[in-house]
Protein backbone atom coordinates (compact mmCIF):
# COMPACT_ATOMS: atom_id res chain seq x y z
CA UNK A 1 0.00 0.00 0.00
CA UNK A 2 1.00 3.64 0.04
CA UNK A 3 3.72 5.59 2.19
CA UNK A 4 4.07 8.67 3.92
CA UNK A 5 5.64 11.59 3.18
CA UNK A 6 3.85 14.02 5.81
CA UNK A 7 7.31 16.71 5.45
CA UNK A 8 4.57 19.69 5.89
CA UNK A 9 1.72 18.15 7.45
CA UNK A 10 1.77 15.41 10.36
CA UNK A 11 1.44 12.11 8.70
CA UNK A 12 -0.06 8.87 9.75
CA UNK A 13 3.25 6.32 9.23
CA UNK A 14 6.86 7.25 8.22
CA UNK A 15 8.74 7.89 5.68
CA UNK A 16 9.22 5.70 2.76
CA UNK A 17 11.15 6.73 -0.78
CA UNK A 18 9.27 2.85 -2.19
CA UNK A 19 11.95 0.59 -3.08
CA UNK A 20 10.11 -2.36 -2.52
CA UNK A 21 8.63 -5.10 -4.49
CA UNK A 22 5.37 -6.44 -5.31
CA UNK A 23 4.12 -10.04 -5.65
CA UNK A 24 3.41 -12.17 -8.45
CA UNK A 25 7.12 -13.02 -9.83
CA UNK A 26 7.17 -16.21 -9.46
CA UNK A 27 4.50 -16.91 -12.10
CA UNK A 28 1.22 -19.47 -11.38
CA UNK A 29 -2.25 -19.82 -12.20
CA UNK A 30 -3.73 -16.60 -14.32
CA UNK A 31 -6.77 -15.84 -12.88
CA UNK A 32 -7.56 -12.86 -14.96
CA UNK A 33 -10.46 -12.46 -17.30
CA UNK A 34 -8.29 -12.01 -20.44
CA UNK A 35 -7.04 -9.07 -22.65
CA UNK A 36 -10.67 -7.59 -22.65
CA UNK A 37 -11.13 -4.12 -21.74
CA UNK A 38 -14.93 -3.08 -20.63
CA UNK A 39 -16.68 -0.70 -18.63
CA UNK A 40 -16.42 -1.41 -14.81
CA UNK A 41 -18.75 -1.86 -12.84
CA UNK A 42 -20.01 -1.81 -9.01
CA UNK A 43 -21.20 -4.58 -6.97
CA UNK A 44 -24.44 -3.41 -5.40
CA UNK A 45 -25.17 -1.79 -8.55
CA UNK A 46 -24.37 1.66 -7.61
CA UNK A 47 -21.01 2.83 -5.24
CA UNK A 48 -21.85 3.42 -2.07
CA UNK A 49 -18.74 6.05 -0.78
CA UNK A 50 -16.57 4.61 1.85
CA UNK A 51 -18.05 5.19 5.43
CA UNK A 52 -15.60 4.79 8.23
CA UNK A 53 -15.41 2.22 10.67
CA UNK A 54 -17.56 -0.19 8.95
CA UNK A 55 -17.11 -3.31 6.10
CA UNK A 56 -19.79 -2.03 3.40
CA UNK A 57 -21.83 -5.61 2.27
CA UNK A 58 -20.54 -6.97 -0.92
CA UNK A 59 -21.76 -10.04 -2.87
CA UNK A 60 -18.48 -10.42 -4.18
CA UNK A 61 -16.15 -11.10 -1.64
CA UNK A 62 -15.20 -14.12 0.64
CA UNK A 63 -15.00 -13.97 4.40
CA UNK A 64 -12.49 -16.49 5.03
CA UNK A 65 -11.20 -17.87 8.80
CA UNK A 66 -7.74 -17.42 9.62
CA UNK A 67 -6.94 -21.01 9.83
CA UNK A 68 -8.00 -21.31 6.33
CA UNK A 69 -5.84 -19.33 5.03
CA UNK A 70 -3.28 -20.38 7.21
CA UNK A 71 -3.69 -23.45 5.58
CA UNK A 72 -3.89 -22.34 1.79
CA UNK A 73 -0.76 -21.07 2.21
CA UNK A 74 1.09 -24.08 4.26
CA UNK A 75 1.03 -21.62 7.43
CA UNK A 76 2.45 -19.05 5.98
CA UNK A 77 5.72 -20.49 5.09
CA UNK A 78 8.74 -18.31 4.59
CA UNK A 79 8.75 -20.23 0.49
CA UNK A 80 5.42 -19.37 0.02
CA UNK A 81 6.50 -15.44 0.56
CA UNK A 82 6.18 -13.81 -3.11
CA UNK A 83 6.80 -10.00 -1.49
CA UNK A 84 7.34 -7.43 0.76
CA UNK A 85 5.17 -4.08 1.37
CA UNK A 86 3.90 -1.51 3.69
CA UNK A 87 1.52 -3.71 4.61
CA UNK A 88 3.41 -6.77 5.44
CA UNK A 89 4.49 -9.90 3.53
CA UNK A 90 2.25 -11.36 0.38
CA UNK A 91 2.07 -15.21 0.51
CA UNK A 92 1.63 -17.86 -2.43
CA UNK A 93 -1.70 -20.09 -1.62
CA UNK A 94 -3.78 -22.15 -3.55
CA UNK A 95 -8.28 -22.82 -3.50
CA UNK A 96 -11.21 -24.78 -4.55
CA UNK A 97 -11.61 -22.67 -7.89
CA UNK A 98 -15.54 -22.57 -7.23
CA UNK A 99 -16.05 -23.13 -3.38
CA UNK A 100 -13.05 -21.07 -2.53
CA UNK A 101 -11.94 -23.69 -0.12
CA UNK A 102 -8.50 -24.57 1.01
CA UNK A 103 -6.66 -26.46 -1.59
CA UNK A 104 -3.84 -28.83 -2.47
CA UNK A 105 -0.87 -26.74 -3.52
CA UNK A 106 -0.71 -26.88 -7.09
CA UNK A 107 -4.39 -27.63 -7.60
CA UNK A 108 -6.89 -25.23 -8.04
CA UNK A 109 -6.18 -21.43 -8.29
CA UNK A 110 -3.39 -19.59 -7.01
CA UNK A 111 -4.38 -16.92 -4.73
CA UNK A 112 -2.16 -13.92 -3.41
CA UNK A 113 -2.48 -13.71 0.70
CA UNK A 114 -1.31 -10.11 2.23
CA UNK A 115 -0.94 -10.46 5.55
CA UNK A 116 -0.67 -7.13 7.97
CA UNK A 117 2.32 -6.32 10.00
CA UNK A 118 1.12 -5.56 13.32
CA UNK A 119 4.16 -3.57 13.97
CA UNK A 120 4.25 -2.05 10.73
CA UNK A 121 3.77 1.61 9.77
CA UNK A 122 -0.43 0.61 8.48
CA UNK A 123 -3.11 -0.81 9.85
CA UNK A 124 -7.00 -1.21 10.20
CA UNK A 125 -7.48 2.00 8.53
CA UNK A 126 -5.82 1.02 5.28
CA UNK A 127 -6.89 -2.58 5.70
CA UNK A 128 -10.47 -1.53 5.67
CA UNK A 129 -10.20 0.80 2.99
CA UNK A 130 -8.81 -1.58 0.56
CA UNK A 131 -11.82 -3.98 0.91
CA UNK A 132 -14.39 -1.28 0.61
CA UNK A 133 -13.11 -0.07 -1.94
CA UNK A 134 -12.20 -3.27 -4.31
CA UNK A 135 -15.28 -5.24 -2.89
CA UNK A 136 -17.66 -2.68 -4.40
CA UNK A 137 -15.37 -1.92 -7.70
CA UNK A 138 -14.74 -3.92 -10.61
CA UNK A 139 -13.15 -3.27 -13.63
CA UNK A 140 -10.83 -5.42 -16.23
CA UNK A 141 -7.34 -2.99 -14.80
CA UNK A 142 -8.53 -3.54 -11.25
CA UNK A 143 -6.77 -5.94 -9.26
CA UNK A 144 -9.43 -8.68 -7.79
CA UNK A 145 -10.41 -8.64 -4.30
CA UNK A 146 -11.23 -12.22 -3.74
CA UNK A 147 -12.15 -11.98 -0.07
CA UNK A 148 -10.86 -10.78 3.33
CA UNK A 149 -9.88 -12.49 6.99
CA UNK A 150 -10.90 -10.11 9.98
CA UNK A 151 -10.66 -12.34 13.34
CA UNK A 152 -8.96 -10.76 16.26
CA UNK A 153 -6.27 -8.89 15.45
CA UNK A 154 -5.35 -10.68 12.22
CA UNK A 155 -6.33 -8.53 9.26
CA UNK A 156 -5.63 -10.14 5.85
CA UNK A 157 -6.71 -9.68 2.02
CA UNK A 158 -7.13 -12.55 -0.60
CA UNK A 159 -6.59 -11.20 -4.24
CA UNK A 160 -5.98 -12.87 -7.70
CA UNK A 161 -2.98 -13.86 -8.68
CA UNK A 162 -0.89 -11.75 -11.12
CA UNK A 163 1.92 -14.00 -12.94
CA UNK A 164 4.17 -11.04 -13.52
CA UNK A 165 4.23 -9.41 -10.79
CA UNK A 166 4.81 -5.40 -10.54
CA UNK A 167 5.97 -3.04 -13.38
CA UNK A 168 7.93 -1.85 -11.05
CA UNK A 169 10.06 -5.28 -10.97
CA UNK A 170 9.74 -5.45 -15.04
CA UNK A 171 11.41 -1.73 -15.53
CA UNK A 172 14.24 -1.86 -12.68
CA UNK A 173 14.83 -5.24 -11.78
CA UNK A 174 17.64 -7.24 -13.31
CA UNK A 175 17.86 -11.16 -13.55
CA UNK A 176 16.92 -13.61 -15.94
CA UNK A 177 12.95 -13.45 -15.04
CA UNK A 178 12.79 -9.23 -16.16
CA UNK A 179 13.84 -8.90 -19.35
CA UNK A 180 13.60 -5.68 -20.01
CA UNK A 181 10.34 -4.50 -21.28
CA UNK A 182 9.47 -3.46 -24.97
CA UNK A 183 8.27 -0.31 -26.16
CA UNK A 184 4.50 -1.82 -27.52
CA UNK A 185 4.28 -3.61 -24.26
CA UNK A 186 5.17 -0.65 -22.07
CA UNK A 187 2.66 1.69 -24.53
CA UNK A 188 0.22 -1.40 -23.34
CA UNK A 189 1.05 -1.33 -20.13
CA UNK A 190 0.29 2.13 -19.83
CA UNK A 191 -2.74 2.38 -21.83
CA UNK A 192 -4.21 0.02 -19.35
CA UNK A 193 -3.33 1.58 -16.11
CA UNK A 194 -4.20 4.55 -17.73
CA UNK A 195 -8.28 3.39 -18.27
CA UNK A 196 -8.10 2.00 -14.63
CA UNK A 197 -7.71 5.47 -13.21
CA UNK A 198 -10.20 6.89 -15.90
CA UNK A 199 -12.64 4.42 -14.22
CA UNK A 200 -11.77 5.92 -10.85
CA UNK A 201 -12.54 9.24 -12.13
CA UNK A 202 -15.31 8.92 -13.57
CA UNK A 203 -18.45 10.74 -12.81
CA UNK A 204 -20.08 7.51 -11.42
CA UNK A 205 -17.34 6.48 -8.90
CA UNK A 206 -15.53 10.11 -8.27
CA UNK A 207 -12.32 7.96 -6.16
CA UNK A 208 -9.07 9.29 -5.93
CA UNK A 209 -6.37 6.48 -6.19
CA UNK A 210 -3.70 8.52 -4.50
CA UNK A 211 -0.90 5.99 -5.10
CA UNK A 212 -0.10 5.62 -8.26
CA UNK A 213 3.21 4.28 -9.13
CA UNK A 214 4.80 1.52 -10.89
CA UNK A 215 5.02 -1.07 -7.62
CA UNK A 216 1.09 -0.82 -7.64
CA UNK A 217 0.58 -1.83 -11.10
CA UNK A 218 0.42 -5.25 -11.61
CA UNK A 219 0.55 -7.42 -14.71
CA UNK A 220 -1.38 -10.64 -15.67
CA UNK A 221 -0.23 -13.04 -18.02
CA UNK A 222 -1.02 -11.18 -20.79
CA UNK A 223 0.73 -8.20 -19.50
CA UNK A 224 -2.77 -6.82 -19.04
CA UNK A 225 -2.25 -3.21 -16.64
CA UNK A 226 -4.41 -3.47 -13.13
CA UNK A 227 -4.10 -1.24 -10.32
CA UNK A 228 -3.95 -2.25 -6.59
CA UNK A 229 -3.37 -1.08 -3.32
CA UNK A 230 -6.26 0.81 -2.41
CA UNK A 231 -5.41 1.59 1.04
CA UNK A 232 -5.07 5.55 0.81
CA UNK A 233 -7.77 6.22 -1.81
CA UNK A 234 -9.56 8.58 -1.01
CA UNK A 235 -13.94 9.59 -1.91
CA UNK A 236 -13.45 12.63 -4.40
CA UNK A 237 -14.73 15.90 -3.55
CA UNK A 238 -18.70 16.27 -3.66
CA UNK A 239 -21.68 19.10 -4.67
CA UNK A 240 -19.58 22.36 -5.12
CA UNK A 241 -16.42 21.46 -3.21
CA UNK A 242 -12.87 21.48 -5.40
CA UNK A 243 -11.40 19.35 -3.82
CA UNK A 244 -10.93 17.07 -0.51
CA UNK A 245 -8.52 18.54 1.98
CA UNK A 246 -6.33 15.68 3.87
CA UNK A 247 -3.15 14.44 5.44
CA UNK A 248 -0.17 14.13 2.32
CA UNK A 249 -0.11 10.54 1.80
CA UNK A 250 1.58 8.91 -0.60
CA UNK A 251 4.98 8.05 -2.30
CA UNK A 252 8.21 10.34 -2.88
CA UNK A 253 8.44 11.60 -6.58
CA UNK A 254 4.64 10.76 -7.59
CA UNK A 255 3.03 13.21 -5.42
CA UNK A 256 1.28 16.40 -7.06
CA UNK A 257 3.34 20.06 -6.02
CA UNK A 258 -0.25 21.37 -4.66
CA UNK A 259 -0.67 18.37 -2.82
CA UNK A 260 2.80 18.80 -1.32
CA UNK A 261 1.95 22.19 -0.46
CA UNK A 262 -1.32 22.48 0.38
CA UNK A 263 -2.81 18.93 1.00
CA UNK A 264 -5.72 19.63 -1.42
CA UNK A 265 -6.21 16.52 -3.16
CA UNK A 266 -7.88 16.18 -6.42
CA UNK A 267 -8.11 13.54 -9.39
CA UNK A 268 -5.50 16.06 -11.18
CA UNK A 269 -3.08 14.55 -8.20
CA UNK A 270 -3.29 11.04 -9.82
CA UNK A 271 -2.79 12.45 -13.37
CA UNK A 272 0.61 14.05 -12.21
CA UNK A 273 1.18 10.81 -11.04
CA UNK A 274 0.72 8.90 -13.98
CA UNK A 275 2.82 11.29 -15.54
CA UNK A 276 5.58 10.28 -13.31
CA UNK A 277 4.80 6.90 -14.13
CA UNK A 278 5.17 6.95 -17.75
CA UNK A 279 8.21 9.04 -17.78
CA UNK A 280 9.83 6.14 -15.75
CA UNK A 281 7.93 3.90 -18.63
CA UNK A 282 10.18 5.88 -21.23
CA UNK A 283 13.46 6.61 -19.22
CA UNK A 284 13.79 3.22 -17.51
CA UNK A 285 14.57 5.74 -14.78
CA UNK A 286 13.02 5.52 -11.07
CA UNK A 287 10.90 8.61 -10.06
CA UNK A 288 13.99 9.17 -7.35
CA UNK A 289 17.55 7.97 -7.21
CA UNK A 290 20.03 8.92 -4.72
CA UNK A 291 22.18 6.40 -6.80
CA UNK A 292 22.41 8.97 -9.93
CA UNK A 293 24.76 11.62 -10.29
CA UNK A 294 24.24 15.12 -8.57
CA UNK A 295 21.22 17.00 -11.14
CA UNK A 296 19.62 13.51 -11.75
CA UNK A 297 18.14 12.50 -8.55
CA UNK A 298 14.59 13.92 -9.34
CA UNK A 299 14.03 12.06 -12.76
CA UNK A 300 10.79 14.69 -12.92
CA UNK A 301 13.15 17.93 -12.93
CA UNK A 302 16.31 15.73 -14.74
CA UNK A 303 13.83 15.50 -17.66
CA UNK A 304 11.57 18.06 -18.35
CA UNK A 305 13.95 19.95 -20.28
CA UNK A 306 14.40 16.89 -22.90
CA UNK A 307 10.73 16.44 -23.48
CA UNK A 308 10.02 19.36 -25.70
CA UNK A 309 12.50 18.64 -28.03
CA UNK A 310 13.01 15.91 -30.73
CA UNK A 311 16.83 16.87 -30.94
CA UNK A 312 16.84 16.03 -27.51
CA UNK A 313 14.08 13.45 -26.28
CA UNK A 314 16.90 10.89 -27.23
CA UNK A 315 18.53 11.57 -24.47
CA UNK A 316 15.73 10.55 -21.39
CA UNK A 317 14.68 7.59 -23.59
CA UNK A 318 15.68 3.90 -22.12
CA UNK A 319 18.68 2.34 -24.30
CA UNK A 320 17.70 -0.84 -24.35
CA UNK A 321 14.66 0.52 -26.17
CA UNK A 322 16.93 1.56 -28.76
CA UNK A 323 14.75 0.61 -32.52
CA UNK A 324 11.99 -0.16 -31.21
CA UNK A 325 9.95 3.13 -31.37
CA UNK A 326 9.71 5.85 -34.19
CA UNK A 327 10.63 9.22 -33.31
CA UNK A 328 7.49 10.68 -34.06
CA UNK A 329 5.88 8.18 -31.44
CA UNK A 330 8.10 8.49 -28.98
CA UNK A 331 7.77 12.51 -29.14
CA UNK A 332 4.36 12.14 -28.72
CA UNK A 333 4.56 9.54 -25.29
CA UNK A 334 6.81 12.73 -24.11
CA UNK A 335 4.30 15.15 -24.61
CA UNK A 336 1.63 13.42 -22.84
CA UNK A 337 3.85 12.55 -19.94
CA UNK A 338 5.06 17.11 -19.79
CA UNK A 339 1.15 17.75 -20.21
CA UNK A 340 0.50 15.35 -17.05
CA UNK A 341 3.18 16.80 -15.37
CA UNK A 342 1.92 20.41 -15.57
CA UNK A 343 2.98 22.20 -12.57
CA UNK A 344 -0.37 24.50 -13.15
CA UNK A 345 -3.22 21.37 -12.20
CA UNK A 346 -5.59 23.16 -14.59
CA UNK A 347 -3.30 22.24 -17.50
CA UNK A 348 -3.08 18.94 -17.14
CA UNK A 349 -5.30 16.35 -19.13
CA UNK A 350 -8.44 14.34 -18.16
CA UNK A 351 -7.42 10.68 -17.69
CA UNK A 352 -10.24 10.20 -20.47
CA UNK A 353 -8.20 12.59 -22.64
CA UNK A 354 -4.85 10.38 -21.54
CA UNK A 355 -6.46 7.19 -22.59
CA UNK A 356 -7.51 8.59 -26.16
CA UNK A 357 -4.11 10.29 -26.66
CA UNK A 358 -2.68 6.92 -25.60
CA UNK A 359 -5.10 5.23 -27.68
CA UNK A 360 -4.19 6.95 -30.60
CA UNK A 361 -1.11 6.27 -30.15
CA UNK A 362 -1.40 2.49 -30.83
CA UNK A 363 -4.15 2.79 -33.58
CA UNK A 364 -1.38 5.11 -35.35
CA UNK A 365 1.09 1.65 -35.55
CA UNK A 366 3.89 3.47 -33.64
CA UNK A 367 4.34 1.43 -30.89
CA UNK A 368 5.49 -2.04 -32.13
CA UNK A 369 5.46 -5.01 -30.38
CA UNK A 370 9.04 -6.80 -29.21
CA UNK A 371 8.70 -9.10 -32.58
CA UNK A 372 8.40 -6.35 -35.00
CA UNK A 373 11.12 -4.83 -32.98
CA UNK A 374 13.41 -7.88 -33.90
CA UNK A 375 12.30 -8.46 -37.52
CA UNK A 376 13.43 -4.77 -37.68
CA UNK A 377 16.68 -4.94 -36.13
CA UNK A 378 17.09 -8.00 -38.31
CA UNK A 379 16.17 -6.21 -41.90
CA UNK A 380 18.62 -3.49 -40.48
CA UNK A 381 21.42 -5.80 -39.73
CA UNK A 382 20.68 -7.76 -42.92
CA UNK A 383 20.83 -4.85 -45.42
CA UNK A 384 23.91 -3.68 -43.97
CA UNK A 385 25.62 -6.90 -45.15
CA UNK A 386 23.98 -6.43 -47.86
CA UNK A 387 25.61 -3.55 -48.56
CA UNK A 388 28.63 -4.05 -47.50
CA UNK A 389 28.89 -6.72 -49.62
CA UNK A 390 27.61 -4.80 -52.85
CA UNK A 391 30.17 -2.27 -52.07
CA UNK A 392 32.87 -4.69 -51.86
CA UNK A 393 32.00 -6.45 -55.43
CA UNK A 394 31.58 -3.18 -56.60
CA UNK A 395 35.03 -2.09 -55.23
CA UNK A 396 36.26 -5.72 -57.32
CA UNK A 397 34.69 -4.73 -60.53
CA UNK A 398 36.28 -1.87 -60.95
CA UNK A 399 39.49 -3.37 -60.34
CA UNK A 400 39.03 -5.34 -63.43
CA UNK A 401 36.82 -5.68 -66.83
CA UNK A 402 33.47 -4.55 -66.94
CA UNK A 403 32.56 -8.25 -68.81
CA UNK A 404 34.82 -10.52 -66.93
CA UNK A 405 31.67 -11.30 -64.14
CA UNK A 406 28.18 -11.18 -64.25
CA UNK A 407 26.72 -8.75 -62.29
CA UNK A 408 25.43 -9.93 -58.59
CA UNK A 409 21.42 -11.14 -58.89
CA UNK A 410 19.21 -8.73 -56.49
CA UNK A 411 19.04 -9.51 -52.98
CA UNK A 412 15.80 -11.01 -51.70
CA UNK A 413 15.37 -8.45 -49.00
CA UNK A 414 14.73 -5.96 -52.40
CA UNK A 415 12.26 -7.89 -53.72
Known amino acids: MGNCLGTQVKAESPLHTDVNSKYGSNGGYDTTSGSSIGKGSFASGTFTPRTEGEILQSPNLKSFSFNDLKSATRNFRPDSVLGEGGFGSVFKGWVDENALTVAKPGTGIVIAVKRLNQEGCQGHREWLAEVNYLGQLSHPNLVKLVGYCLEDEH????????????????????GSYFQPLSWG?????ALGAAKGLAFLHSAETKVIYRDFKTSNILLDS??????????????????????????????????????????????????????????????????????????????????????TSKRKIFRILDTRLEGQYSLDGAQKAANLALKCLSMDAKFRPSMDEVVVALEQLQDSGETRNTQDARNTNHRSHSNSAVNKHRRKSADDTSSRKATSYPRPSASPLYT
Request: net charge positive.
Open 155 to 174: RLLVYEFMPRGSLENHLFRR
Open 185 to 189: LRMKV
Open 222 to 307: NYNAKLSDFGLAKDGPTGDKSHVSTRVMGTYGYAAPEYLATGHLTAKSDIYSFGVVLLEMLSGRRAVDKNRPSGEHNLVEWAKPSL
